[in-house]
T-cell receptor, first 113, second 112 residues
C-alpha cells in the first residue's frame, strides 16, 4: 500500500551499533505494528501501538525499542542487545486497534556487517 | 499461548488445478482470520479475510471456509495460474487488542 512507507530498504549494522528503521503512514490509522520475518518462517510480532504515546511488547521484543510520538510515525530501534538482528522487518498499520485489516509496508532488510 | 498452525509448508500443483491450505488456531475467542499473499522480497498483501460470524466467503477464484467448532479455517484457490505462485500466510486475531498470530506460511508453486 502506498500509504505506508518504510525506509531504508536495505540497512547494514555493525557490531555494537544501534540502528533505527523508519515507518511512516498517511492513512490516518490509529494502530501500528512491527514484525520480524526470518527465511521460511511466519511473521513474529515485535511491538505494537494502538494509539499515540502508547505501545506494547509483542512476542519477541527483547533487543528492540519503539516510540509513538506522532500518529503517523512508529520507528523501530534495533539495539546492540539484539544478537541476531539479520531479518526482514515489516511495519503494518490498521485503522483501529482491533487490527482489521492490517496493511503492510515494503519492508526493510537488515544485515550484519 | 496463542498459536496458529499452517499446513502444508510447501504445495506444488499443476496450472488449472485447485490448491487448499489449512490452518488451525488455539484461541477459541479469535474472531477474525485474514489470509495474506507474499511474493518474494515483497510485502504481504491481504487477499481475503473472514469473520467468525460467517462460515464461508468467496472472491472470484479464492474462497475461505471457517469451522469454529474445530477451530480451523482453510484457503481454497481454484483454477490456479502461475501468478498464484507465492507464499501464503494465514492469521488469527488473538485476545489482546489487534494482535494477529500468523501461521508459518505455505509456499505455493503452480507449474505451467
Amino acid at each position: 500500500d502506498g500509504g505506508i512507507t518504510q525506509s531504508p530498504k536495505y540497512l547494514f549494522r555493525k557490531e555494537g551499533q544501534n540502528v533505527t528503521l523508519s515507518c511512516e503512514q498517511n492513512l490516518n490509522h490509529d494502530a501500528m505494528y512491527w514484525y520480524r520475518q526470518d527465511p521460511g518462517q511466519g511473521l513474529r510480532l515485535i511491538y505494537y501501538s494502538q494509539i499515540v504515546n502508547d505501545f506494547q511488547k509483542g512476542d519477541i521484543a527483547e533487543g528492540y525499542s519503539v516510540s509513538r510520538e506522532k500518529k503517523e510515525s512508529f520507528p523501530l530501534t534495533v539495539t546492540s542487545a539484539q544478537k541476531n538482528p539479520t531479518a526482514f522487518y515489516l511495519c503494518a498499520s490498521s485503522i483501529d486497534p482491533r487490527g482489521q485489516p492490517q496493511h503492510f509496508g515494503d519492508g526493510t532488510r537488515l544485515s550484519i556487517l | 499461548g496463542e498459536n496458529v498452525e499452517q499446513h502444508p509448508s510447501t504445495l506444488s500443483v499443476q496450472e488449472g488445478d485447485s490448491a487448499v491450505i489449512k490452518c488451525t488456531y488455539s484461541d477459541s475467542a479469535s474472531n477474525y482470520f485474514p489470509w495474506y499473499k507474499q511474493e518474494l522480497g515483497k510485502r504481504p498483501q491481504l487477499i481475503i479475510d473472514i469473520r467468525s460470524n460467517v462460515g464461508e466467503k468467496k472472491d472470484q477464484r479464492i474462497a475461505v471456509t471457517l469451522n469454529k467448532t474445530a477451530k480451523h479455517f482453510s484457503l481454497h484457490i481454484t483454477e490456479t495460474q502461475p501468478e498464484d505462485s507465492a507464499v501464503y500466510f494465514c492469521a488469527a486475531r488473538g485476545r489482546r487488542g489487534g494482535k494477529l498470530i500468523f501461521g508459518q506460511g505455505t509456499e505455493l508453486s503452480v507449474k505451467p
